[in-house]
């Protein structure tokens, strides 16, 4: 995007995310997330019933299958004051269930985008951790770093689901790292970008990784995309090396393709206010109460 205008203010977003846009001069609901990568993506019904003709095509990996493709163009949109030149993609699924489309915080024109998350309740801590941009020019995330003592995890926040999600590859270099295993009995599916869904297992660590305040010890792994989870154990109650219904793991090497990658969900942060992304200092703050024990 390229902006005629540029805002300086922050924008601290309403409860559900959502804020009101105008392209082609139609008022537009967009749901802002800190999770979309690339151009801004509207739900196939909104493309239709603004009679858009796709003048480009992108494709998404999403590791099984073949790659999943959209199409777009180059619309003017008016965000307040500015007014801003961007891609608009759309594919067969849903962008957003909330809302006519979803909008990266990367996007918007601001210095500080702040997403409010819960009542504050007692006495509130400051968490800062280092903004990073994830990926391409054209296929930017926003997020942050969780270190594991050798190559670090990208890292972003995503309300749209509870868990925090690693694909098979990356599950086995965390696994075989800080012990992790499979809890039997977990099999579900998480959805990803566009609808997509893929299935997954739950990854508990018995060393957590630790963001700053924040204990990570819980994963959804997308078991067998990108890669096999084979490597990783399954838990056994009776192993003498853990507690009664912990885990225990694999220490052979990681194989397939590793993305070192990690999406935050929601539960992570249940504890905390708001989230803030600050584009000037270069710093996501999290302002939280006491974590749960």
């Avoid at 804020?19 to 493309?47: F, H, K, M, Y």
């Avoid at 493709?69 to 699924?93: E, I, S």
Wanted: with cysteine; net charge neutral.
């Amino acid at each position: 995007m390229i902006p005629d205008e540029v805002s300086t203010e922050e924008l601290v977003l309403p409860p559900d995310h959502i804020i009101t846009v105008t392209i082609d001069g139609v008022p537009l609901r967009l749901e802002v997330t800190a999770e979309a990568s690339g151009p801004l993506a509207v739900n196939p019904q909104i493309a239709e019933r603004m009679g858009w003709q796709a003048t480009f095509k992108r494709y998404w990996d999403f590791g099984e299958g073949e790659p999943f493709k959209t199409v777009g163009l180059l619309r003017t949109m008016r965000l307040g004051d500015t007014t801003l030149y961007a891609q608009v993609v759309w594919g067969t699924g849903w962008a957003s269930k909330q809302a006519d489309g979803v909008i990266g915080v990367h996007q918007l024109p601001y210095e500080r985008v702040t997403f409010p998350i819960n009542a504050v309740q007692g006495e509130q801590t400051v968490q800062r951790l280092p903004l990073i941009r994830i990926g391409g020019r054209n296929n930017t995330t926003i997020g942050t770093r969780v270190e594991t003592g050798q190559r670090p995890l990208s890292a972003f926040f995503t309300f749209e689901r509870g868990v925090n999600v690693l694909t098979a590859p990356t599950a086995e270099f965390i696994a075989t790292r800080f012990d992790g295993g499979f809890l039997p009995g977990s099999d579900g599916v998480v959805e990803l970008d566009y609808g997509v869904q893929r299935k997954t297992r739950t990854m508990r660590l018995a060393r957590p990784l630790q963001l700053g305040d924040l204990m990570i010890d819980h994963f959804a792994v997308r078991y067998s995309d990108y890669g096999s989870a084979k490597r990783v154990g399954e838990i056994a109650p009776d192993d003498p090396r853990f507690k009664a219904n912990e885990i225990i793991v694999s220490r052979r090497k990681p194989k397939g393709r590793v993305d070192y990658l990690t999406r935050l969900g929601r539960d992570l942060i249940a504890h905390c206010s708001a989230l803030t992304y600050d584009f000037e200092l270069e710093e996501i703050r999290l302002t939280c109460g006491a974590a749960p024990h």
